[in-house]
T-cell receptor
Framework: QKEVEQDPGPLSVPEGAIVSLNCTYSNSAFQYFMWYRQYSRKGPELLMYTYSSGNKEDGRFTAQVDKSSKYISLFIRDSQPSDSATYLCAMRHNNDMRFGAGTRLTVKP | GAVVSQHPSWVICKSGTSVKIECRSLDFQATTMFWYRQFPKQSLMLMATSNEGSKATYEQGVEKDKFLINHASLTLSTLTVTSAHPEDSSFYIC????????????FGSGTRLTVV
């Protein structure tokens, strides 16, 4: 079993749809949870981060962490074609950071 | 926000030659930098962790003599791929962590290495 599981997709949605991206993990020591967005042939850019369980909202993006279920989610409301990218979940304990495989998202106009 | 500059963005080299990739933190000091490798449609794989002024810590299966890492200052880490072979062709990405502040790390823009 991988430490971090993420469905690689691809996921294709129409513009304006609500997108739900998810990851599960096995290491309960992870404390920090991040979502990165990576455009083709670019480095990942930090989109959102949360500490421990709970929700965090930033514009059209909402990150959720459920530590009891070892499950994290990223919701994108009113998705736009510019949101088309690969989204990687990441989680960290001290210097140990692990990434999901990334989900390729395409938002069609 | 924190910015990490990685150079070059792409490089083509002949088999058997060495290639150096630079990673700089532009507006913060990074005591720790990380080097990743990413194959097409796959996730980031941590290769090594470099700490300023000390030897890098390599992940299992990564040849330290092939992938030389130097973290000579708080703002610069370099990765040298020695005696490169076609199977070393990949996307290499560095990231850096500030001592305080961000929970996540800031990534460079990546270097696409093609060995012919």
């Amino acid at each position: 079993q991988k430490e971090v599981e993420q469905d690689p997709g691809p996921l294709s949605v129409p513009e304006g749809a609500i997108v739900s991206l998810n990851c599960t993990y096995s290491n309960s020591a992870f404390q920090y949870f991040m979502w990165y967005r990576q455009y083709s042939r670019k480095g990942p850019e930090l989109l959102m981060y949360t500490y421990s369980s709970g929700n965090k909202e930033d514009g059209r993006f909402t990150a959720q962490v459920d530590k009891s279920s070892k499950y994290i989610s990223l919701f994108i409301r009113d998705s736009q074609p510019s949101d088309s990218a690969t989204y990687l979940c990441a989680m960290r304990h001290n210097n140990d950071m692990r990434f999901g495989a990334g989900t390729r998202l395409t938002v069609k106009p | 926000g924190a910015v990490v500059s990685q150079h070059p963005s792409w490089v083509i080299c002949k088999s058997g030659t060495s290639v150096k990739i630079e990673c700089r933190s532009l507006d913060f000091q990074a005591t720790t930098m990380f080097w990743y490798r990413q194959f097409p449609k796959q996730s980031l794989m941590l290769m090594a962790t470099s700490n300023e002024g000390s030897k890098a810590t390599y992940e299992q299966g990564v040849e330290k003599d092939k992938f030389l890492i130097n973290h000579a200052s708080l703002t610069l880490s370099t990765l040298t791929v020695t005696s490169a072979h076609p199977e070393d062709s990949s996307f290499y990405i560095c990231s850096a962590r500030e001592d305080v502040g961000l929970f996540g790390y800031t990534f460079g823009s990546g270097t696409r290495l093609t060995v012919v």
